[in-house]
């Protein structure tokens, strides 16, 4: 532990707002987005998908919405505000942000998210089955910080930690554990806020569809205090999180909440970075997992070259027939929209899995890009397959 | 519950850096604060309490650091990066905001926190006595997420819950309740973020200073859905506050918690707005709780005139005999630099209840205003009496 030093840590929890649907109305007809800060009108997402944000700046020369890789205009009314629309976004939940005077800044009307490398601004876009991820009338499990002192990165770190809403009135029964890991540039909040972990949970045990089970979230970012790299050349950081996930976070779990412990009632998935990050886990812990999710991702990326099983991640995949031995369940996912090299990449994954005749599920999210209702489909999916 | 809805949640949760302690270091030295976002170099704080804030912005034309009330003009380098610096703030937790050409932004460099109606920034200033608040190697408890729907308000509410370290390993033990509130334009976050309330009781229960409880944190906010109003007049929104928490919120949490149910294991405490709520609830409410903390608020607010109890609160302060028998303590607290009305309107309710010969204990948090330190100094006060 670091001496002289001290530790300053706060949690913070977002909450929804309740919104109307937006079925039904007409196209062009401007509503304010589910995740607004309270009584705040702006940004706004009509039936098309549309943003319009608004920004009082009278002083301000130029302002800009920048949502989905392009820069919108914005312009002035005679009293200094300034509103733009965006063109039709996919459905679904996006980073985006304002541009004043070539300022990047967080949309004032928006909630905050971690994503993109910064707190900043996201939005959803009401999505046509939006209901599995909706707050509804059902009992709701609890999320948990859980805050641990990791000796292998010398830090204080932070998981959150999914209950389903049995687990309080059960006091004895244990629970299979999912392990879920966010993407590059998030960290450990991203499942509980942007991917809506616990309610799609909520609603898949209510409706009979998943296993009650845990779900924990962690930080895929895990560094080693000591840092790779040769006299005189730039220190490299040293990832250290398969091991903190195995050695610290799992034993901290099994001793504060009741899991069950076989790797059998064990399951592991994470999306983009995290995908590769959990893959090679699980290969190299077979003893700790059964069941693996890779969302948007896997362990050759960014390649798209031809994978040789006989060198690929030192031989993992050679022998076929002692990997379906090993796995219940091996699950990849992809948006139909996800730009390259993801597709690619996965393509090239799942060709070899298939010449070693290696078994897995494979599901393509319509519609969707390289974004957050391409997981949370994922997880759905993924979810309702887990600890039968 | 609303029909054609569809209600949008979702949690998010934040998690402080760690930072090198700035005791020891040369005044005018400054450092990024421990509310810096992930990597973030600014704002930063100097040994003075000063702030400093930068901001790229080659396009601005003008660019300002809001702080404690008070706009700092910053200065543009060659490179378009703007940086300028505040007087000595007060020690502890300040909502803060830049200003680009007229417009408030929340300092893209600075974590977002739900207060003073909006998220936005924070910035904490290292205190003396920060150590009771700080991140230590001590058990830590869990704060969960609880979402449950009010009849009441015909909407979704969430509360979060503190359950202290020993909550997990003592799977049948019993706990007491302390119902916790937050002030006006903040919310249910308030509490477990700028209060740290989860760390400081970690630190008091380490310390054998407070008995382990269990914290209770809601929005304060919670109106009916029927408007008052005459007919033609602007209807006004009626609080259900008090019927929220001792019909819905207690009862919800005695089901899903172990707590201890009597009113003698159970209290509430308010900061400001939560103040007045909560000792209007504990007046009306004798049979629930048997402890009230007042932090900075008393329900005779903004007024500084003599009290009468014999009409105050419809005479509920007319029997002192009667309050010194039914309450076990009654907190009152407030910061030396508070401004008006607070210690007047304290004041001639402190002269009230010196009249009446009612019993409460005092505290003054030395140095700091109507702001979170002089709260945090009141949690750990009125916990460390709790129960005992």
Redesign the interface.
């Known amino acids: ?2 001496t ?18 937006q079925q039904g109305d007409p196209a062009g007809s401007f509503k304010p987005a ?2 607004n ?2 009584g705040k009108l702006f940004p706004q997402v009509d039936a098309t998908g549309r943003v319009r944000a608004s ?8 302002v800009q919405l920048d949502i989905g890789g392009k820069k919108y205009d914005m312009t002035k009314d005679e009293k200094g505000v300034w509103t733009g629309e965006s063109l039709p976004q996919d459905e679904g939940f996006h980073y985006y942000q304002l541009n ?7 949309d ?1 009307g928006s ?4 994503g993109a490398g ?3 601004s996201g939005i ?1 876009i009401p999505a046509a089955d ?2 599995f991820y ?4 059902v009992p ?1 499990g ?8 990791s000796k292998l990165t010398n ?2 770190r ?1 998981c ?2 999914y209950t389903p809403a049995e687990y ?2 059960n ?2 029964k244990r629970y299979p554990v999912l392990y879920l890991q966010h993407g590059s540039f998030e ?3 991203g499942w ?3 991917g ?1 972990a ?2 799609i949970l909520d609603n898949l045990i209510a409706e009979g569809k998943a296993v009650p089970m845990i779900i924990v979230m962690d930080n895929g970012y895990a560094n080693s205090p000591k840092a790779n790299g040769a006299a005189g050349s730039k220190a490299q950081p040293v990832s250290v999180f398969e091991e903190v996930i195995t050695g610290e976070v799992i034993p901290m779990i099994d001793a ?2 009741r899991t069950k412990t076989s790797r059998l009632d064990r399951a592991i998935a994470g999306l983009s970075m995290g995908a590769n990050q959990t893959m090679r886990i699980i290969l190299n812990r077979q003893d700790k997992f059964s069941y693996i999710g890779a969302f948007s991702g896997t362990p050759n990326y960014p390649s798209s070259d031809a994978l040789d099983p006989a060198v690929f991640l030192e031989g993992k995949f050679r022998d076929g027939g002692a990997i379906n031995k090993s796995f219940k369940l091996i699950w990849l996912g992809l948006g139909t929209k996800e730009p390259d090299p993801f597709p690619g990449s996965i393509g090239a994954f799942r060709t070899m899995l298939d010449k070693q005749g290696i078994r897995y599920t494979w599901y393509e999210s319509k519609g969707t890009a390289h974004e957050w209702l391409t997981w949370r489909r994922s997880l759905r999916e993924y979810a309702s397959l887990l600890f039968k």
């Open positions: 532990m670091k002289r030093s001290f530790a300053s840590v706060c949690c913070l929890l977002l909450f929804g707002q309740l919104c109307f649907a589910s995740t800060q309270p920004l009082n700046a009278p002083q301000a020369q130029k004043v005077d070539g300022v990047s800044i967080p004032p909630r905050y998210v971690y910064r707190w900043g959803e939006q209901d909706a707050l509804k009338d709701h609890l999320i948990s910080e859980q805050l641990y002192f830090a204080w932070r959150f930690v309080t009135s006091p004895t960290d450990e909040t509980a806020v942007q809506r616990n309610l504060t909440f």
